[in-house]
């Protein structure tokens, strides 16, 4: 019987929804500050109200241009807002302005990784709209028979990003969802929070016997607010959906919800039932005109990208392609740190060992995971590393005096010395500790005389720990070796 798990193949493709960092609403002057009071942040225009005219703010535009840009799409000159016409309490007008079939950036691409055989993701379109209120149905004194709408969020510029359908597993997709949010902080364009809703995913997934050319009946998931869910989700969906197949039925077409307290998706809707969308050409904004040299004074602005700050780190610190993927997307203001640490004097892969080990324990220790918030500065880290690259101390001693200088603003020396911490390179009184261990373990001694010369590492092991770790291992080791084939001799 064929393994099931290898007999299928998943295909998703992913819907972000970012907020674009504006100041204020796409067609209208409201603020978009997050956690104001209910219904503060409106005007007769993001209400809907008859008579009020949309105007386009010219910032979000700049916005979605610098993501179709870094999404490696083509800005199109021309592009046209719709109306997409539904009924929902949170839509005020009765229709959400959305671009639909000229959006304003095509065809991009985006890489997973930073090794030319990671896996690179289609990027079908991203497109300007303006995001829908808020339905509040908790928290009031008569919530078990109101349902109560905000309409703050309503007319929030949004971009919404979609994805050809070109991942193959959970852990893909996710990485594809982290690596959109991690491009469109670093631009500025959206703020990454996805606690407060301003970036969203929604991930439509299939499966399909493998071999199989022919893509298979898709479901939506929603309503999934962390890559670790991301994954969990899509884990269970594929699951869900080989059982369903395997079994002899078929895939409804369906958006499904994700239920993170119970660890699975539910149906929500079918495609079925779903609306008419009845879109047409909104009449009250122009077509978007955008001429080469907006693209262009767009593209002036623009931050460093993950992916050209980690082929920066790789030239000119000669770190590998996995360390400067660490640095740069895996751990928050690494690479800022990392070459602050460098500039301040430390050796490059020292630094970044140091940075992906222990800072990144410690910071994981105090729960917090911006590095930008570690209890030790750059140049302290600096002064450090150098300290056991030169061999004041041990690589043990160091991280002991790591410990203690994290929150603390001792120098690295002033704890050397004291606390006698310093490495003891001296050979004479390494002999003696050597001397020592030899006689204390007779039979590892003969194991090693016998050809067993294993137990050389355990002898070894054996001084570092009479040391208190602070003898030069270097030393110790040619020590020990001379010993014992003074021994043997
Ligand atoms: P719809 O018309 O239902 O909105 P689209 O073709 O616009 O579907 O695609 C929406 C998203 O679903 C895109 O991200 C696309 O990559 C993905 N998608 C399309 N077909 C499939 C499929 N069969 N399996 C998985 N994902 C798919
Ligand atoms: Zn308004
Ligand atoms: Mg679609």
């Given at each position: 019987m064929p393994d099931r798990a290898t007999s299928f193949e998943a295909v998703i493709g992913l819907e972000v929804h970012a907020q674009l960092l504006t100041t204020t609403k796409i067609f209208c002057g409201c603020p978009t500050t997050f956690g104001a009071?209910?219904?503060?942040?409106?005007?007769?225009?993001?209400?809907?109200?008859?008579?009020?005219?949309?105007?386009?703010?010219?910032?979000?535009?700049?916005?979605?241009?610098?993501?179709?840009?870094?999404?490696?799409?083509?800005?199109?000159?021309?592009?046209?807002?719709?109306?997409?016409?539904?009924?929902?309490?949170?839509?005020?007008?009765?229709?959400?302005?959305?671009?639909?079939?000229?959006?304003?950036?095509?065809?991009?691409?985006?890489?997973?990784?930073?090794?030319?055989q990671t896996p690179v993701v289609g990027i079908t379109r991203a497109h300007l709209e303006e995001d829908a209120g808020k339905s509040l149905h908790h928290g009031f004194p008569d919530s078990s028979r109101a349902t109560y709408v905000d309409f703050n969020r309503t007319g929030v510029p949004l971009l919404e990003i979609v994805t050809e359908p070109d991942l193959r597993n959970a852990a893909d997709a996710a990485d594809c969802f982290w690596r959109i949010r991690?491009?469109?902080?670093?631009?500025?364009?959206?703020?990454?929070?996805?606690?407060?809703?301003?970036?969203?995913?929604?991930?439509?997934?299939?499966?399909?016997?493998?071999?199989?050319?022919?893509f298979g009946t898709k479901a939506e998931v929603k309503n999934v607010n962390s890559f670790r869910y991301l994954q969990k989700a899509l884990e269970y969906e594929i699951e869900r959906q080989i059982e369903v197949v395997s079994s002899g039925g078929r895939v409804v077409q369906?958006?499904?919800?994700?239920?993170s307290t119970a660890g699975i998706t539910t149906s929500m809707r079918s495609k079925e039932e779903a609306h008419d969308y009845r879109y047409f050409p909104e009449p009250d904004l122009g077509p978007l005109e955008v001429p080469a040299a907006w693209v262009e004074s767009v593209r002036a602005t623009m931050a460093e990208l993950p992916e050209a700050r980690r082929a920066r780190l790789i030239a000119a610190?000669?770190?590998?392609?996995?360390?400067?993927?660490?640095?740069?997307?895996?751990?928050?203001?690494?690479?800022?740190?990392?070459?602050?640490?460098?500039?301040?004097?430390?050796?490059?892969?020292?630094?970044?060992?140091?940075?992906?080990?222990?800072?990144?324990?410690?910071?994981?220790?105090?729960?917090?995971?911006?590095?930008?918030?570690?209890?030790?500065?750059?140049?302290?880290?600096?002064?450090?590393?150098?300290?056991?690259?030169?061999?004041?101390?041990?690589?043990?001693?160091?991280?002991?005096?790591?410990?203690?200088?994290?929150?603390?603003?001792a120098t690295s020396q002033a704890i050397i010395d004291a606390e006698g911490l310093a490495q003891i390179g001296d050979e004479s009184e390494l002999e003696a500790v050597v001397q020592q261990v030899i006689a204390a373990h007779p039979d590892p001694v003969a194991q090693y005389r016998g050809g067993k010369t294993a137990t050389f590492g355990f002898l070894v092991g054996q001084a570092m720990k009479a040391s208190k770790g602070k003898a030069n291992p270097k030393v110790v080791s040619e020590l020990m070796k001379r010993a014992l084939e003074k021994l043997s001799a």
């Open positions: 009071p209910p219904n503060t942040h409106v005007c007769p225009v993001c209400l809907g109200m008859p008579g009020a005219l949309p105007v386009l703010n010219r910032h979000a535009v700049d916005l979605a241009i610098k993501a179709g840009l870094a999404l490696g799409c083509e800005i199109q000159p021309h592009s046209v807002f719709a109306r997409k016409n539904y009924f929902y309490p949170d839509l005020p007008k009765g229709y959400q302005i959305s671009q639909y079939d000229k959006p304003i950036a095509l065809r991009g691409t985006l890489r997973l990784g930073p090794k030319a991690e491009m469109l902080v670093a631009l500025g364009v959206n703020d990454g929070n996805m606690e407060e809703g301003s970036l969203r995913c929604d991930a439509n997934i299939s499966v399909r016997p493998a071999g199989q050319t022919a369906e958006t499904r919800l994700w239920d610190h000669g770190l590998s392609e996995y360390d400067a993927d660490q640095l740069v997307s895996f751990l928050s203001g690494g690479a800022d740190f990392f070459e602050a640490v460098v500039a301040a004097g430390a050796p490059p892969k020292a630094a970044s060992n140091w940075i992906q080990g222990e800072v990144r324990r410690k910071l994981k220790e105090a729960g917090v995971d911006d590095i930008a918030q570690a209890a030790i500065s750059a140049a302290a880290l600096a002064g450090l590393i150098q300290h056991a690259d030169r061999g004041t101390v041990s690589s043990t001693v160091a991280k002991e005096i790591f410990e203690k200088r994290w929150g603390t603003g």
